[in-house]
C-alpha cells in the first residue's frame, strides 16, 4: 500500500512522462523514408493474435476525455502488491502498445497514396486563384474608365431631384402629424356627445397614422399619447357600461356594444358587465339602507359609511324597516329586471353580431361565450341579490311587529322569492330559510298573544248578538266592501273563473272533491311589464260597515223576527192555558204549511266570532306567503278554534246532569277532553307543590264566564239568549272553516293532510253536538220537574174505575211548556232562535217531561189495570196538547214511556224477554213494575227481580 503511494506521488511531481512507445520506436530512423521500414519488429505479426490482443484492450483507452491512463492502471492494483502480477501486467500492456502502434503505422503506409492526391489538387488551386487576381484587376481598370466617361451634371442633377420627391413626402407627412396633433380636441368633443363608435374609430386610424411614421421622433411622443387616449376612452366606455346595471337604456346599450366590437373586447366587456352588476347590486343595497340608517339616528355624528352592511342593517329600526325594504327591493328588481334586459337584447342581436365579427369561427365563438356567460351569470345575479335581502331580514328582530306589518314584510319578501324563481329558477333557500326563522319566531310570540287576546275577549263577551247582513260569510269577505283590514281578501283571485289563465291555476281537492283556485305565479319579466312589482301598495282598510242596520231592516231580506223565522208554535196569538188549544187555528194551519219553505236567518256571531275569523284570515295569508310554516300556522289556527269550542262548552254546557246522558255523543266528551289536555292548563290546587311552567307554554288557563252573563234568571230561560249566540256563534265559525277546509289542504304538504282531516272530523265537526248539552241545562231548569213528579206520587193508581179525566199534573206540565214557549218568542224578539235551536230545546223538554213521567209511574206502589189506562189516558192527553204548543215531529222517547206502560200487561214469558231488551230503564223502574204486576206469582215474580239485579251489575 506505501508502494502504491509512493509511486502516485512520484507521477504527481512529474509534469511530462516518457512514453512506453518511444522505447520502440527509434526516431533516428525518421529521415523521410516509409516509417514501417523503420519499425522495430519485436515479433513476427500474426493478424488472429494481434486481433485478439487489440479486443482486449479496456474501453477506456478508447475514450477521447483524456482520462490519465497511469491512474487508472493504478487504480487497477490491489492492496498488497505483487511484483510478479505487475511484471505481467506490464507485458500486457507493452504487448497491447506494440500491436497498437503497427495498427496505426499499417494504416498510415495503406492512405499514403490518397495523400499525394490531395497534395495535387492544393496545388492546381493555387493556380486557378492567380488567374482570378488578374481577371480582377482588368475590372477595376475598366471600372475606372467608365467613371470618367459619365458627367457629373447628369449624377447631380438626379440627386436633385431625389431630393425634391423627399422634400414633397416629408411635407405630407408634417401636414399628417399636424392633423394627428389636433385629434385631441376632436375625441373629447365625441366622447361628450357619447359617440364612443366615432371616437373609437378616429382613434385607431390615428394610431395607424402614427404607425406610419413612427422613424419620427415627435410621433413617438404622439403615439403615447394616443394609446392613453385610447385606454381613457375604455375607461370612459366601462362607465357608461356601468350605469346600464341599474337603468338599462337599449340605445346607449347598443352604443357601447358597438364601441367594444370596435376594440375586440366583445368579451372582456361582457365580463366587465357581470363585475359592475355585482358592484351595483352591493353598492344599491348599501347606499338605501345606509341612507335609512342615517335618517333615523338623526344626530348625523356617528360616521355608518365605514360600517360593513350586515352591521348597517342590525341598525335600522322597526320603523322604518318595511319603508327600507321597499326601497331596497325596488332598487334590486330594477337591476334585475336591466340584467334580463340585457340578456334579452343579445339574444335579438345574435344575427347582427354573427355579421360583424370577423370570421365566421370568431364569431361563433363569442356567441357562445356570451350567451354562456348571461345564463351563468343568472345564478349569480340572483345570489348577491338574495344575499342582501337575506342579511337585511335577518337583521332586525320582528317580534315586535303588528301582525298586518308582519304579513306585508312575508309579502314582500315572498314577492321578491317569486321574482328569483322566474329570474333563474331558483327556488331561493337562502330566503326561504330566513323567511322560515324570522316567521317561526315571530308567529310562536303572536300565536301566544293571539291566544291571550281571545281569552281576554272571552272573558269580557257579553255573548249579545252582533248584527250583520244576511249573506255574511267569508266569501263576501273577499270584496271590497266586507270585513275590515281585509283579511280574506287575498283569496278573492282564487274564487274568479278558470278561464283566465294568466291570473289562476286550477287543483283538484281530492278529498273533498271540490275545486281549489289557486292564484298561478305572476310573471314579472314580461315585455309589457313597465310597473315595479314593489310599488303596489296593501289594499286599504274599506270604511264600509259590514254590520247592518238593524234587525228589523226591511232591505236586509228575510230578517230574524219576521213569521217567516218564528217556528209556527210561536205564531198563535194565544193558548188557552186550560185547554192547550191556540185560537187562531187558520193562521195556525196557514204557517204550518208554509213552513217547508227555505228559511233564512241572520248569521249569528260575536265579536269574538268577527275576531277569531280576523285571526283566521290573517294566519291563512301567512300561509300563502310562506308555505314552510302553513302547517305550523294550521296547528295554532286549531288551536283558536279549539280554545273557542272548548270555551263555550265550559260556558253554557259544562253540566254534571249531562256527563251520562245517552243522548249526547260520546265524540263531543272524548273532544272536549282531548283539548283539555293538550291545551287547558290545570288550576293549581292549594297547598299543592308548584308545578313547572315550562311544560304549559303552550297551553292556556281556562277562561271564567264575565260576570255580567246571568244564567240564573228564570225569565230569561237562563240565559238562553246568549246560549243561543255563544253556540250558533261557534257553529258559524265552525261552517266557514268548513268552507275553507279545501283551500287549507291545498297550503299544506301531502303528509301532513291527515291532520288536518282529523282536526275537521274530531273538532270542528262537533261544534253541532254543543248544542245539546248547552240546551239541555235549559231545558232541565225551563220545568219544575220535581214538582210534578211530587204532584204525580199523590195521584191514587190501585183504582177500581175506569176514569175519563187525566189528572192535574199534565196541566201543570203543559202549563209550563206554554210559559216556555211565551219566553222563547219574547227572546227571540231580541236574538233569532234557529228552528234547530228550537227542535233542541223542544226534544230535551219532551224528553225530560216523558222520563218524569216514566219515574212518576215507577214510584206507584201498588197499580190496577184501570190505574195503568189511567196512566196512558194522561200521556195520550199530554201528547194530544203537546201538538198545538209546538211543531215537533216525532215526539222523541215516545216508546220510552208507552212501552214502560204496555209492560204491565205482558205475560210473564214475555216479560222475562222484555226486561233483558229494555236496558233503557233504571234498575229502580223495572224493580217498581215487577212489584206492580200482579198477574205473576211470588217465585215468578223473584226471579225478575234477580235478572233485574243481575242486569244492573252488569251495567256497573
Same mark, same amino acid.
Given at each position: 500500500?506505501?508502494?502504491?503511494?509512493?509511486?502516485?506521488?512520484?507521477?504527481?511531481?512529474?509534469?511530462?512522462?516518457?512514453?512506453?512507445?518511444?522505447?520502440?520506436?527509434?526516431?533516428?530512423?525518421?529521415?523521410?523514408?516509409?516509417?514501417?521500414?523503420?519499425?522495430?519488429?519485436?515479433?513476427?505479426?500474426?493478424?488472429?493474435?494481434?486481433?485478439?490482443?487489440?479486443?482486449?484492450?479496456?474501453?477506456?483507452?478508447?475514450?477521447?476525455?483524456?482520462? #490519465?491512463?497511469?491512474?487508472?492502471?493504478?487504480?487497477?492494483?490491489?492492496?498488497?502488491?505483487?511484483?510478479?502480477?505487475?511484471?505481467?501486467?506490464?507485458?500486457?500492456? !507493452?504487448?497491447?502498445?506494440?500491436?497498437?502502434?503497427?495498427?496505426?503505422?499499417?494504416?498510415?503506409?495503406?492512405?499514403?497514396?490518397?495523400?499525394?492526391?490531395?497534395?495535387?489538387?492544393?496545388?492546381?488551386? %493555387?493556380?486557378?486563384?492567380?488567374?482570378?487576381?488578374?481577371?480582377?484587376?482588368?475590372?477595376?481598370?475598366?471600372?475606372?474608365?467608365?467613371?470618367?466617361?459619365?458627367?457629373?451634371?447628369?449624377?447631380?442633377?438626379?440627386?436633385?431631384?431625389?431630393?425634391?420627391?423627399?422634400? +414633397?413626402?416629408?411635407?405630407?407627412?408634417?401636414?399628417?402629424?399636424?392633423?394627428?396633433?389636433?385629434?385631441?380636441?376632436?375625441?373629447?368633443?365625441?366622447?361628450?356627445?357619447?359617440?364612443?363608435?366615432?371616437?373609437?374609430?378616429?382613434?385607431?386610424?390615428?394610431?395607424?397614422?402614427?404607425?406610419?411614421?413612427?422613424?419620427?421622433?415627435?410621433?413617438?411622443?404622439?403615439?403615447?399619447?394616443?394609446?392613453?387616449?385610447?385606454?381613457?376612452?375604455?375607461?370612459?366606455?366601462?362607465?357608461?357600461?356601468?350605469?346600464?346595471?341599474?337603468?338599462?337604456?337599449?340605445?346607449?346599450?347598443?352604443?357601447?356594444?358597438?364601441?367594444?366590437?370596435?376594440?375586440?373586447?366583445?368579451?372582456?366587456?361582457?365580463?366587465?358587465?357581470?363585475?359592475?352588476?355585482?358592484?351595483?347590486?352591493?353598492?344599491?343595497?348599501?347606499?338605501?339602507?345606509?341612507?335609512?340608517?342615517?335618517?333615523?339616528?338623526?344626530?348625523?355624528?356617528?360616521?355608518?359609511?365605514?360600517?360593513?352592511?350586515?352591521?348597517?342593517?342590525?341598525?335600522?329600526?322597526?320603523?322604518?324597516?318595511?319603508?327600507?325594504?321597499?326601497?331596497?327591493?325596488?332598487?334590486?328588481?330594477?337591476?334585475?329586471?336591466?340584467?334580463?334586459?340585457?340578456?334579452?337584447?343579445?339574444?335579438?342581436?345574435?344575427?347582427?353580431?354573427?355579421?360583424?365579427?370577423?370570421?365566421?369561427?370568431?364569431? #361563433?365563438?363569442?356567441?357562445?361565450?356570451?350567451?354562456?356567460?348571461?345564463?351563468?351569470?343568472?345564478?349569480?345575479?340572483?345570489?348577491?341579490?338574495?344575499?342582501?335581502?337575506?342579511?337585511?331580514?335577518?337583521?332586525?328582530?320582528?317580534?315586535?311587529?303588528?301582525?298586518?306589518?308582519?304579513? @306585508?314584510?312575508?309579502?314582500?319578501?315572498?314577492?321578491?322569492?317569486?321574482?328569483?324563481?322566474?329570474?333563474?329558477?331558483?327556488?331561493?333557500?337562502?330566503?326561504?330559510?330566513?323567511?322560515?326563522?324570522?316567521?317561526?319566531?315571530?308567529?310562536?310570540?303572536?300565536?301566544?298573544?293571539?291566544?291571550?287576546?281571545?281569552?281576554?275577549?272571552?272573558?269580557?263577551?257579553?255573548?249579545?248578538?252582533?248584527?250583520?247582513?244576511?249573506?255574511?260569510?267569508?266569501?263576501?269577505?273577499?270584496?271590497?266592501?266586507?270585513?275590515?283590514?281585509?283579511?280574506?281578501?287575498?283569496?278573492?283571485?282564487?274564487?274568479?273563473?278558470?278561464?283566465?289563465?294568466?291570473?289562476?291555476?286550477?287543483?283538484?281537492?281530492?278529498?273533498?272533491?271540490?275545486?281549489?283556485?289557486?292564484?298561478?305565479?305572476?310573471?314579472?319579466?314580461?315585455?309589457?311589464?313597465?310597473?315595479?312589482?314593489?310599488?303596489?301598495?296593501?289594499?286599504?282598510?274599506?270604511?264600509?260597515?259590514?254590520?247592518?242596520?238593524?234587525?228589523?231592516?226591511?232591505?236586509?231580506?228575510?230578517?230574524?223576527?219576521?213569521?217567516?223565522?218564528?217556528?209556527?208554535?210561536?205564531?198563535?196569538?194565544?193558548?188557552?192555558?186550560?185547554?192547550?188549544?191556540?185560537?187562531?187555528?187558520? !193562521? %195556525?194551519?196557514?204557517?204550518?204549511?208554509?213552513?217547508?219553505?227555505?228559511?233564512?236567518?241572520?248569521?249569528?256571531?260575536?265579536?269574538?266570532?268577527?275576531?277569531?275569523?280576523?285571526?283566521?284570515?290573517?294566519?291563512?295569508?301567512?300561509?300563502?306567503?310562506?308555505?314552510?310554516?302553513?302547517?305550523?300556522?294550521?296547528?295554532?289556527?286549531?288551536?283558536?278554534?279549539?280554545?273557542?269550542?272548548?270555551?263555550?262548552?265550559?260556558?253554557?254546557?259544562?253540566?254534571?246532569?249531562?256527563?251520562?246522558?245517552?243522548?249526547?255523543?260520546?265524540?263531543?266528551?272524548?273532544?272536549?277532553? @282531548?283539548?283539555?289536555?293538550?291545551?287547558?292548563?290545570?288550576?293549581?290546587?292549594?297547598?299543592?307543590?308548584?308545578?313547572?311552567?315550562?311544560?304549559?307554554?303552550?297551553?292556556?288557563?281556562?277562561?271564567?264566564?264575565?260576570?255580567?252573563?246571568?244564567?240564573?234568571?228564570?225569565?230569561?230561560?237562563?240565559?238562553?239568549?246568549?246560549?243561543?249566540?255563544?253556540?250558533?256563534?261557534?257553529?258559524?265559525?265552525?261552517?266557514?272553516?268548513?268552507?275553507?277546509?279545501?283551500?287549507?289542504?291545498?297550503?299544506?304538504?301531502?303528509?301532513?293532510?291527515?291532520?288536518?282531516?282529523?282536526?275537521?272530523?274530531?273538532?270542528?265537526?262537533?261544534?253541532?253536538?254543543?248544542?245539546?248539552?248547552?240546551?239541555?241545562?235549559?231545558?232541565?231548569?225551563?220545568?219544575?220537574?220535581?214538582? +210534578?213528579?211530587?204532584?204525580?206520587?199523590?195521584?191514587?193508581?190501585?183504582?177500581? #174505575?175506569?176514569?175519563?179525566?187525566?189528572?192535574?199534573?199534565?196541566?201543570?206540565?203543559?202549563?209550563?211548556?206554554?210559559?216556555?214557549?211565551?219566553?222563547?218568542?219574547?227572546?227571540?224578539?231580541?236574538?233569532?232562535?234557529?228552528?234547530?235551536?228550537?227542535?233542541?230545546?223542544?226534544?230535551?223538554?219532551? @224528553?225530560?217531561?216523558?222520563?218524569?213521567?216514566?219515574?212518576?209511574?215507577?214510584?206507584?206502589?201498588?197499580?190496577?189495570?184501570?190505574?195503568?189506562?189511567?196512566?196512558?189516558?194522561?200521556?195520550?192527553?199530554?201528547?194530544?196538547?203537546? #201538538?198545538?204548543?209546538?211543531?215537533?215531529?216525532?215526539?222523541?222517547?215516545?216508546?220510552?214511556?208507552?212501552?214502560?206502560?204496555?209492560?204491565?200487561?205482558?205475560?210473564?214469558?214475555?216479560?222475562?224477554?222484555?226486561?233483558?231488551?229494555?236496558?233503557?230503564?233504571?234498575?229502580?223502574?223495572?224493580?217498581?213494575?215487577?212489584?206492580?204486576?200482579?198477574?205473576?206469582?211470588?217465585?215468578?215474580?223473584?226471579?225478575?227481580?234477580?235478572?233485574?239485579?243481575?242486569?244492573?251489575?252488569?251495567?256497573?
Amino acid at each position: 500500500m506505501d508502494l502504491k503511494n509512493k509511486i502516485k506521488s512520484i507521477l504527481k511531481k512529474q509534469d511530462t512522462f516518457v512514453s512506453p512507445t518511444e522505447e520502440v520506436i527509434n526516431h533516428d530512423s525518421f529521415t523521410g523514408g516509409p516509417v514501417v521500414t523503420k519499425y522495430k519488429q519485436v515479433k513476427p505479426s500474426n493478424p488472429h493474435e494481434e486481433q485478439e490482443i487489440l479486443d482486449g484492450i479496456d474501453k477506456v483507452y478508447y475514450n477521447t476525455e483524456g482520462i #490519465d491512463t497511469s491512474h487508472y492502471e493504478l487504480r487497477k492494483l490491489p492492496e498488497v502488491l505483487d511484483l510478479g502480477d505487475i511484471d505481467l501486467d506490464r507485458k500486457r500492456l !507493452r504487448k497491447q502498445l506494440q500491436v497498437v502502434s503497427k495498427k496505426v503505422s499499417d494504416l498510415v503506409l495503406q492512405n499514403h497514396p490518397a495523400y499525394a492526391r490531395e497534395l495535387q489538387r492544393v496545388m492546381d488551386l %493555387q493556380k486557378t486563384l492567380q488567374y482570378a487576381t488578374v481577371i480582377c484587376a482588368n475590372g477595376r481598370r475598366q471600372l475606372s474608365s467608365a467613371r470618367d466617361t459619365f458627367t457629373a451634371a447628369s449624377l447631380n442633377m438626379l440627386a436633385n431631384y431625389r431630393k425634391r420627391q423627399q422634400l +414633397v413626402s416629408i411635407m405630407k407627412s408634417l401636414r399628417t402629424i399636424k392633423t394627428l396633433q389636433r385629434t385631441d380636441v376632436r375625441l373629447r368633443e365625441l366622447m361628450e356627445e357619447e359617440d364612443y363608435c366615432g371616437a373609437i374609430q378616429l382613434c385607431l386610424e390615428c394610431q395607424k397614422a402614427a404607425s406610419t411614421y413612427k422613424h419620427f421622433t415627435c410621433i413617438s411622443e404622439l403615439n403615447s399619447k394616443l394609446q392613453d387616449t385610447l385606454v381613457m376612452i375604455e375607461e370612459q366606455i366601462d362607465v357608461a357600461l356601468s350605469k346600464t346595471c341599474s337603468n338599462f337604456d337599449e340605445t346607449h346599450y347598443e352604443k357601447v356594444q358597438t364601441a367594444y366590437r370596435l376594440l375586440g373586447k366583445t368579451q372582456t366587456a361582457m365580463d366587465q358587465l357581470h363585475m359592475h352588476f355585482t358592484s351595483a347590486i352591493h353598492n344599491t343595497a348599501f347606499q338605501i339602507v345606509l341612507g335609512y340608517v342615517e335618517l333615523c339616528s338623526g344626530t348625523g355624528r356617528e360616521n355608518f359609511h365605514k360600517r360593513q352592511y350586515t352591521d348597517l342593517c342590525k341598525s335600522v329600526t322597526q320603523e322604518s324597516f318595511t319603508p327600507c325594504l321597499i326601497d331596497l327591493s325596488k332598487a334590486l328588481w330594477e337591476v334585475m329586471r336591466s340584467y334580463h334586459k340585457t340578456m334579452r337584447w343579445h339574444e335579438e342581436h345574435e344575427e347582427e353580431s354573427e355579421e360583424t365579427e370577423d370570421g365566421k369561427a370568431q364569431a #361563433d365563438f363569442t356567441k357562445h361565450y356570451i350567451k354562456q356567460k348571461l345564463e351563468h351569470g343568472l345564478s349569480r345575479i340572483w345570489q348577491d341579490v338574495q344575499s342582501k335581502v337575506k342579511i337585511y331580514v335577518l337583521g332586525t328582530d320582528l317580534s315586535g311587529f303588528k301582525l298586518e306589518e308582519f304579513i @306585508r314584510v312575508l309579502d314582500l319578501v315572498n314577492r321578491m322569492i317569486e321574482i328569483g324563481e322566474e329570474f333563474c329558477k331558483s327556488k331561493s333557500e337562502g330566503l326561504q330559510d330566513s323567511l322560515k326563522q324570522q316567521s317561526l319566531n315571530y308567529f310562536k310570540n303572536h300565536h301566544r298573544y293571539r291566544m291571550e287576546e281571545l281569552r281576554m275577549f272571552l272573558e269580557n263577551e257579553g255573548w249579545e248578538l252582533c248584527p250583520v247582513k244576511l249573506s255574511f260569510s267569508y266569501v263576501q269577505l273577499l270584496g271590497k266592501t266586507q270585513l275590515i283590514n281585509q283579511e280574506f281578501r287575498f283569496m278573492k283571485s282564487w274564487m274568479k273563473s278558470p278561464n283566465s289563465t294568466l291570473n289562476l291555476s286550477t287543483t283538484e281537492d281530492t278529498s273533498g272533491g271540490g275545486t281549489v283556485m289557486e292564484p298561478s305565479k305572476r310573471r314579472y319579466f314580461v315585455q309589457s311589464a313597465t310597473k315595479n312589482p314593489f310599488d303596489e301598495k296593501p289594499d286599504e282598510d274599506e270604511n264600509e260597515d259590514f254590520f247592518a242596520g238593524s234587525l228589523d231592516d226591511e232591505d236586509n231580506g228575510n230578517l230574524s223576527d219576521s213569521d217567516s223565522d218564528v217556528p209556527d208554535e210561536l205564531k198563535q196569538d194565544y193558548i188557552d192555558e186550560v185547554t192547550g188549544e191556540g185560537r187562531s187555528n187558520s !193562521r %195556525q194551519i196557514k204557517r204550518r204549511l208554509s213552513k217547508s219553505k227555505n228559511e233564512k236567518f241572520i248569521p249569528i256571531v260575536t265579536n269574538t266570532t268577527l275576531n277569531v275569523m280576523r285571526v283566521i284570515g290573517k294566519y291563512m295569508q301567512m300561509m300563502t306567503v310562506l308555505k314552510p310554516i302553513a302547517f305550523d300556522v294550521i296547528l295554532c289556527m286549531s288551536q283558536l278554534f279549539d280554545y273557542y269550542f272548548y270555551t263555550v262548552y265550559s260556558f253554557f254546557g259544562a253540566d254534571t246532569t249531562t256527563k251520562n246522558e245517552r243522548s249526547i255523543n260520546n265524540r263531543l266528551n272524548i273532544a272536549l277532553q @282531548r283539548i283539555h289536555n293538550n291545551l287547558i292548563t290545570e288550576s293549581p290546587v292549594p297547598g299543592a307543590p308548584p308545578v313547572d311552567q315550562s311544560e304549559n307554554l303552550e297551553k292556556m288557563p281556562q277562561a271564567y264566564l264575565s260576570p255580567i252573563v246571568d244564567l240564573h234568571r228564570r225569565d230569561q230561560l237562563f240565559g238562553l239568549a246568549e246560549r243561543v249566540v255563544a253556540v250558533e256563534s261557534l257553529i258559524f265559525l265552525a261552517k266557514q272553516l268548513e268552507l275553507l277546509q279545501p283551500h287549507l289542504e291545498a297550503m299544506i304538504p301531502t303528509n301532513k293532510k291527515a291532520f288536518l282531516q282529523q282536526f275537521f272530523s274530531q273538532t270542528v265537526n262537533m261544534a253541532e253536538e254543543v248544542r245539546k248539552p248547552v240546551y239541555w241545562s235549559v231545558s232541565a231548569q225551563a220545568v219544575n220537574y220535581d214538582q +210534578v213528579q211530587g204532584q204525580m206520587a199523590s195521584v191514587r193508581w190501585d183504582i177500581k #174505575d175506569i176514569m175519563s179525566q187525566h189528572n192535574p199534573y199534565v196541566d201543570s206540565i203543559l202549563r209550563s211548556f206554554e210559559s216556555v214557549a211565551h219566553q222563547l218568542v219574547e227572546i227571540n224578539r231580541r236574538v233569532p232562535i234557529p228552528r234547530v235551536v228550537y227542535h233542541t230545546l223542544w226534544e230535551h223538554c219532551v @224528553r225530560l217531561a216523558n222520563r218524569t213521567f216514566v219515574e212518576g209511574f215507577s214510584n206507584a206502589k201498588k197499580c190496577t189495570n184501570e190505574g195503568r189506562a189511567l196512566m196512558q189516558l194522561d200521556y195520550q192527553q199530554f201528547l194530544m196538547k203537546l #201538538d198545538s204548543i209546538m211543531d215537533l215531529k216525532p215526539i222523541p222517547e215516545k216508546e220510552f214511556v208507552e212501552g214502560y206502560i204496555k209492560a204491565y200487561y205482558l205475560p210473564e214469558s214475555q216479560l222475562d224477554s222484555w226486561l233483558q231488551d229494555h236496558k233503557e230503564y233504571s234498575n229502580k223502574q223495572l224493580l217498581a213494575l215487577i212489584n206492580s204486576v200482579d198477574h205473576i206469582n211470588k217465585k215468578s215474580r223473584q226471579r225478575l227481580i234477580n235478572i233485574v239485579e243481575e242486569m244492573d251489575r252488569s251495567r256497573r
